[in-house]
């Protein structure tokens, strides 16, 4: 099994796919003429304005939705992993990544707009949806929404239960099935009450959980005010192997700042336009720039967070994957782990774990077995607030990852609605509902090597059907951009016309003008 999944992120994560999906971004940022800079105002007004109705939920409740999948593991867990693979020059790569990101979550957004429908008291939409009707191929709408429902209910949400669970065991010592059962019976109860009732936990949730993430952080750098010129330098020298002791690894920096800044952000996913499809508002270009902002608010906010607590406090080993495996060896005699010597990638940096009671190679050994994720940032935060880094991120992660998990529901809801209708429709719910509880719950009882690697599989899998889609119909998204423009140029508050714009397939848009 590990090793049929790692052969399938080898695949999907390849350098040429790197270097790739970077390249996208920067297509989609030149064609709309850096919209994530131009329109970085409406951006942030945006969100704020729009009501839900009785089919549509508001910009700020898709918004939150969107947030729920973005901020989660990814930006605790993830970050962290970002680094010790990857060292302190991984951050740049995900706040590039973020930057240009930002664009393709536009592009990605607006047809999910464009291209709606209303199906019975819900708007529904997202990648398979503008699939259909912008590139007019059923079957490949068919492939994104099954691997979409792969994804969603399978392969992803193991990544943020486990990552939970490892969180509540570090601080509190909870077994990880306990975690796991109070996951489920949460869960359940939430998404019984469908898509209304996710928007309604996101948006209370979201917003309380992050603000009092980057305020904690806040505290941590102002406490380390005269670091940071220390720790950007670090980030930006190692970034491109100028920083003496990672510049051996600039590969794995930009692989690892890639993977796990789309991870975090998921632009290009396509997840992000589903709930951005579900809003009420008068032209699509809105939410498209909506959705473009919370890019900016998941990496450059809360990644940010993470990743300067961790490196103010050098809570963080880096390992450099390229080089053979060492054992390690404590006072001239291996080191054992469950009775087996302990081999080891080459450390290039060992955070000062347990510093009190260990030194020299018997902290280095130490240090080995802090598993890279949550466990760095909860150790960054205790290192500053003395017994209270654990149990706040502990707390922090579950209501980030659980919101995602939720989140996760309502994409794989979207797609079982653009697969089947009528009573199919309801017993395809139902499976989706019981098989993503399911696989929560299993998340937490799995390792998390092997619950990130089937995580990466799930993304690989739906970044490359999307992406290749979005190149291809992305000319309506920038049609729709520039009428937004316009219009908001001649003073009035943008509305919609498909047939005059000469967007074809925009159904909804057409019947709503007609009325």
């Not at 990648?127 to 492939?143: D, R, T």
């Not at 939720?406 to 979207?414: F, G, K, L, S, V």
């Not at 190149?471 to 508050?493: F, N, R, S, T, V």
């Amino acid at each position: 099994m590990d090793q049929f999944v790692t052969i399938l992120n080898d695949f999907f994560w390849g350098p040429w796919f790197i270097y790739g999906i970077m390249a996208v971004g920067v297509l989609f940022t030149i064609l709309t003429k850096f919209v994530q800079v131009r329109r970085i105002k409406d951006m942030f007004v945006l969100m704020f304005k729009g009501n839900k109705s009785e089919k549509g939920i508001s910009s700020f409740q898709a918004l939150s939705i969107a947030l729920s999948g973005r901020v989660g593991t990814g930006n605790i867990a993830g970050t962290a992993t970002a680094i010790a693979m990857g060292g302190p020059g991984a951050v740049f790569w995900m706040w590039l990544i973020a930057f240009i990101g930002s664009a393709t979550a536009y592009v990605e957004s607006t047809l999910a707009q464009i291209y709606k429908e209303e199906k019975e008291t819900e708007y529904r939409g997202g990648p398979a949806f503008y699939i259909e009707k912008g590139m007019g191929q059923k079957w490949f709408a068919v492939i994104f929404a099954v691997a979409a429902l792969l994804a969603m209910l399978v392969l992803m949400p193991g990544v943020q239960s486990n990552a939970i669970a490892g969180a509540m065991n570090n601080a509190f010592d909870i077994e990880n099935w306990i975690t796991g059962a109070i996951i489920a019976v949460l869960l359940g109860v939430i998404i019984i009450g469908g898509v209304k009732s996710i928007a309604n936990a996101a948006q209370v949730i979201v917003p309380f959980m992050a603000l009092a993430y980057i305020l904690m952080a806040a505290v941590i750098i102002v406490m380390n005010i005269s670091e940071i010129p220390r720790v950007v330098g670090l980030i930006f020298s190692s970034a491109f192997g100028a920083q003496e002791l990672f510049g051996g690894i600039i590969g794995s920096a930009i692989a690892w700042g890639v993977k796990r800044g789309i991870y975090s952000n998921e632009a290009g996913q396509g997840t992000g336009a589903h709930p951005a499809a579900a809003a009420e508002v008068s032209h699509p270009a809105k939410q498209g720039l909506v959705q473009a902002a919370s890019v900016y608010i998941d990496t450059l906010l809360i990644c940010s967070a993470t990743a300067f607590m961790i490196l103010f406090t050098g809570m963080y080993n880096v390992h450099d994957e390229s080089a053979d495996k060492v054992q390690v060896m404590v006072d001239g005699e291996p080191y054992l782990v469950d009775g087996e010597p302990y081999e080891i990638y080459p450390t290039l940096h060992t955070g000062d774990f347990g510093k009190d009671d260990y030194s020299g190679e018997a902290q280095i050994s130490y240090a080995q077995t802090i598993k890279e994720g949550a466990a760095y940032t909860q150790y960054a935060v205790n290192e500053a607030l003395p017994g209270f880094g654990a149990p706040f991120v502990a707390i922090a992660l579950f209501f980030f990852a659980f919101t995602t998990i939720m989140a996760y529901y309502y994409i794989a809801e979207t797609n079982v609605a653009y697969l089947l209708s009528g009573k199919a429709e309801k017993i395809g719910i139902w499976i989706a509902k019981i098989a993503i509880i399911v696989m929560a719950f299993f998340g937490t009882v799995r390792t998390s090597d092997l619950a990130w690697a089937m995580g990466d599989v799930g993304l690989g899998l739906m970044v490359w059907i999307n992406v290749i889609a979005i190149l291809i119909i992305m000319k309506p998204a920038l049609i729709a951009l520039k009428d937004y423009e316009k219009q908001k140029k001649e003073g009035k508050d943008p509305t919609f016309n498909p047939k005059e714009l000469g967007i074809k397939g925009a159904t909804f848009w057409e019947n709503r003008n007609k009325k």
